[in-house]
């Protein structure tokens, strides 16, 4: 470690580190356009300048190593003007258009003007015109006299995706970026040059115009795109009169998951939340009042007993599975986790796999089967099966069962009609829980959305079949959940705020 002084207070820094990793690491204010931690430093637009004792001009920290013994200034006169005037240039020929812009409320020239800049324009010339709304692919729109030119999204596609779709083509203040010609901005991971992008020349086709940032509220989830869990932000409003909505799903630093990226798959799937939800139960076609479904599901379950199966989804979260366990032993019911959603076609070598659901591990730790030979087993002397985080009733009748079939889900779906019993469940986004991820990592998504629908949480389900008061997460951890062997020493507490790496004998 490094012993350096910065604006007087003394601080601990990695020897040889970058400052400007250090400076950020310390909750010390450095603005910066080029440097990404993920992309490293470019050198482009100089506004990480700090004052270094023994130099004899301002330094950028992006690209300066940490010695001991250094002192630095990043307040102060002389570096205030030095900001002052890199941001002037910047802004020269920039539209000033924040008001209409999309990244207005979360866009660092704005911040660092703020912060800054303050001054008043001394332009009497006209600005450069360059082409605005020109669609890029993949979901992306570029707006070219609102960029810096920092180059992140042009070495994010050579560093990071390797696809090399973009560049920076004529010179000076002409300068601008592009696709090369013929070709579009088509890569799975597209869409995270909006998020690198740090002012408003990257916006999203998906999320441009429908919501000002200021009123959403971010909280955080995983995505259940697939087996890699990334984790994510859920930024969601509820307007006065109207329902919550969720808006967008974007990238949450996880250094064990997912790094600062997500997929557009992933990125895009916040949809599934909001649309084609289940809005109504029904007991044999026929659409049912929401407590009397329940009361019938219960009654059914008490009916059948252990003539029951359960086939669960590995959408479900490590907490709702673990009680569906204890229930059907409580009904000498079965249980089963058998699910086909695979794509090998999906799987690349960033972090998209095959498996497109997020917690079929857990299947694995609580040992319950999962394969199509022990559902042809189990399903022989059933009269009842209940499809649980799943709507995929063609698997059972595949298997030619014909006793009663029930689903409890999220989703709308075709057959409904046809089954004896459906009960709407609160979806992803509206239920806390853990998830074990394709690296036995266990996650909590803590994501509670509140939405104006008649759905049950499987939790208070299960708790209400049984009568003993389990309705929480942690109810259900200390219920005995948390005793479990693969979760020895892994404490509820931890799980709620780290990602935690389950260790395998
Ligand atoms: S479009 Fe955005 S990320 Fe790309 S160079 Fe311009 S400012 Fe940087
Ligand atoms: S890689 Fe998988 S978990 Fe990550 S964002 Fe994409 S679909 Fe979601
Ligand atoms: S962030 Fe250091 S030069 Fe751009």
Redesign the pocket.
């Known amino acids: 470690m490094a012993t350096i002084t910065v604006d007087g207070k003394e601080i601990y820094a990695k020897d040889d580190a970058t400052l400007?990793d250090e400076l950020l690491a310390n909750g010390i204010n450095?603005?910066?356009?080029?440097?990404h931690p993920s992309l490293g430093?470019?050198?482009?637009?100089?506004?990480?300048?700090v004052e270094i004792e023994g130099k004899k001009r301002p330094q950028?920290?992006?690209?300066t190593p940490v010695t001991d013994g250094m002192i630095i200034r990043t307040k102060g006169e002389n570096i205030a003007r030095v900001k002052r005037q890199i941001l002037e240039l910047e802004l020269i020929n920039h539209p000033v258009d924040c008001p209409i812009c999309d990244q207005a409320g979360e866009c660092s020239l704005q911040n660092y003007y703020m912060d800054v800049g303050l001054y008043d324009s001394r332009l009497d010339t006209p600005k450069n015109k360059k082409k605005k709304h020109i669609d890029l692919g993949a979901n992306v729109m570029l707006d070219r006299e609102r960029c810096v030119l920092?180059t992140r999204c042009v070495r994010f596609t050579k560093n990071i995706t390797k696809t090399h779709e973009l560049g920076v083509v004529v010179r000076n203040d002409h300068s601008y970026i592009s696709t090369f010609p013929g070709t579009k901005l088509s890569n799975p991971y597209a869409m995270n040059v909006i998020d690198l992008c740090p002012v408003g020349a990257l916006t999203s086709k998906d999320f441009r115009f429908h919501q000002r940032v200021w009123f959403l509220k971010p909280l955080e989830a995983i995505c259940d795109g697939c087996s890699r869990g990334c984790s994510l932000f859920v930024d969601h409003n509820k307007e006065k009169y109207k329902d919550d909505v969720i808006y967008r799903y974007r990238p949450r630093f996880n250094k064990d998951i997912n790094g600062y990226f997500i997929c557009d798959y992933g990125r895009l799937s916040y949809k599934k939340e909001n649309e084609n939800r289940l809005l109504n139960a029904y007991i044999r076609g026929m659409e049912s009042e929401f407590e009397y479904a329940l009361l019938k599901m219960e009654r059914l379950l008490k009916r059948y007993n252990s003539k029951t199966l359960f086939l669960l989804s590995p959408t479900l979260s490590l907490e709702e599975i673990y009680r569906f366990k204890v229930l059907s032993k409580k009904l000498g019911a079965q249980i089963n986790g058998f699910d086909e959603n695979f794509d090998e076609n999906f799987e690349d070598d960033m972090l998209r796999k095959s498996d497109k659901t997020p917690n079929r591990k857990a299947f694995t730790y609580l040992k319950i089967k999962d394969d199509m030979d022990s559902l042809k087993e189990q399903i022989k002397d059933k009269d009842f099966v209940l499809l649980v985080g799943r709507d995929d009733v063609e698997t059972i009748e595949n298997l030619g069962f014909e006793g009663s079939l029930g689903v409890m889900n999220y989703r709308d779906f075709e057959q409904k009609d046809k089954l004896d019993i459906v009960i709407p469940t609160v979806s992803h986004t509206s239920r806390d829980g853990c998830f074990i991820n394709c690296d036995d990592f266990i996650q909590f998504s803590s994501c509670k959305i509140d939405k104006n629908l008649e759905a049950v949480n499987l939790l208070i389900f299960i708790s209400t079949i049984l009568n003993d008061g389990k309705t929480t997460c942690e109810d259900v951890w200390n219920s005995g959940l948390g005793k479990m062997d693969f979760l020895k020493g892994i404490k509820f507490k931890s799980v709620k705020t780290n990602t935690i790496k389950i260790e395998t004998k």
Do not use: E, L, T, V
């Open positions: 400007i450095i603005p910066h356009f080029c440097y430093k470019d050198g482009n637009c100089r506004m990480c300048m950028i920290a992006c690209d920092c």
